[in-house]
């Protein structure tokens, strides 16, 4: 019934648009000259928004902070044998390699929800377009013109990255005042299969959205950049299902098997860049959480990754820096050579994600990166970089991680794009005592090392239909995988494959609709078989997209 009426209440507000527009139209000839007409409708479209998603989300945030505080104080009690087992209160078998933690279904109608909110954002904007290829928006020429050494705005990737300057990015932006305003993002909702004894299955939501503010300052550019994400609100402290998926915790053990949700705030960062002569060019990025210069561009981020929903499974050997809780990143550039430096906070966000996770943040982790783009279609990278007392599960300790990767974006097929990427990541693993064999007779290693290899490509069919795929190979240990037992540091190499199609099926106001479907077949060794009860783990999933049009 709450879903009816909010469903009433979007569809009232979204029959109300074309008339503000009609009547704000009539005070335009009077406010044109004072060039308040665009600032207007932006700042009351802004309003609107912002009270649909108060009205839709608020209820479901004190939902799951209630459900939350529910089961645990369930568990207090279960543990302590004051509760009683009851119609719908299954009791938990305590996660491990062979007793999967159970799961939480999200309500289809809070996914419908959230899907809602999505499009309403996106069609609310009244003077915004989308287009396909940002180097040929009005508003990004602008900010191109501002950008120092006439740096297209396509290259800017998620934090201090640097993309192709050939790739596509759909966003919906316009111009208010002084400043050029850019919104993109993604949102997923998909049902999600698992297989194995380790698998599961959910209805769910994964998403982000963008706001990117741009003006000149002092002959340079300054931009302002938030991030947010609804997946902890919609999915809960667990995720969604991913076989062999690792990192982050979950009620102090790894998490496994499943990808973390992402923080309610990804990104709140300011930077600005300025010219120091006609070739070389500085620039300075502050985040009170942000993307520090280690690892490729983030995947949610990388054309060739836009038509998958799920993480690499070697996303915490590669990109999972990009939400650090304090950034500060220095860079001197050309037009095709970047070379920056970064102090951050390498500390993991614990698994409450609706707060800016400060406890204990220190500027002690570094990092450095190197970029160079030979041409407009590819961009090749190389980092590295010193996490220090990055893992909650084993405080005090670091670990180093180093890594390279090649972007590309080509033309496609009849008018689409082909977008592929090439990363290479590797992790110095500093660790205690947890982790050895407590064998007396065997050698202690204070590290180990493990690596992942990833190739992704996403060919475009025409400008409606993408087909992608994923190629990985990445070395986990035990510990990765959550056993509580033997050699903890014993390494596995898993590989994975995966791929799947989308296809644009409907455009609403800005918001293009897709439909997609994606599966994948891993492949593990021989000794983890008594582990999934196969070598071979799979998983499928359908899913709808919601995201700017073209």
Known sequence: MKAMMASDRSAELVDVVPALRRALGFLAPAVASMQLFDELVVCLVAVLTFGVILRTLLPALFFVVHLDLGLENRAKAVTSGTASRRPGYPMRAKAGPHFPATHRV?????????????????????????????????????????????????????????????????????????????????????????????????????????????????????????MTSAEALILGKRGYPELLQTGGTYRGARLVDHQHPHDLVMEAAIAYDHSLTRQLASGLYVAAVGEPALGPVAY??????????????????????????????????????????????????????????????????????????????????????YLADHDPLEPGLGMQRYGASVLTTNRGVAGGTWSSAAVWGLNIHHHSDREHTHDPNASTKLYHMSSSALLESTLGLGTHTDLYARVEQVQKNGDDLGFIGGDLIQLFTIRSLSSGVTRDVRSVGDAQLSLGARASLDLVPSTLRLVYGTTTPAGLAVFVRVRPGR
């Open 300 to 385: 949610m981020h990388r054309p060739s990754a836009e038509a998958d929903p799920f993480a690499p499974l070697g996303h915490h050997w590669q990109d999972a820096a990009h939400e650090s809780y304090g950034v500060v990143t220095g860079a001197l550039y050309t037009h095709a050579v970047k070379l920056e430096g970064s102090a951050f906070n390498g500390r993991e966000p614990d698994e409450y994600r609706f707060n800016f996770d400060y406890q204990g943040a220190k500027l002690d982790s570094y990092s450095g990166r190197l970029t160079v783009l030979p041409d407009a279609h590819v961009s090749i990278a190389a980092w590295g970089g």
């Open 106 to 226: 999200i309500s289809k109608s809070r996914i419908a929800v959230g899907l809602r909110v999505c499009v309403l954002a996106l069609f609310l904007a009244p003077s915004l377009r989308a287009q396909h290829d940002m180097s040929q928006m009005p508003g990004m020429q602008a900010s191109s013109s501002m950008a120092p050494l006439g740096i297209p705005f396509a290259r800017f990737g998620s934090g201090t990255s640097w993309l192709p300057d050939s790739s596509p990015m759909r966003a919906i932006h316009g111009d208010v005042g002084a400043w050029t305003l850019m919104l993109h993002g993604a949102a997923f909702g998909q049902f999600d299969h698992q297989g194995t004894r380790r698998g599961d299955s959910q209805w769910g939501l994964t998403d982000w959205e963008m706001l990117t503010a741009a003006r000149g300052v002092g002959g340079g550019l300054f931009r302002v950049n938030l």
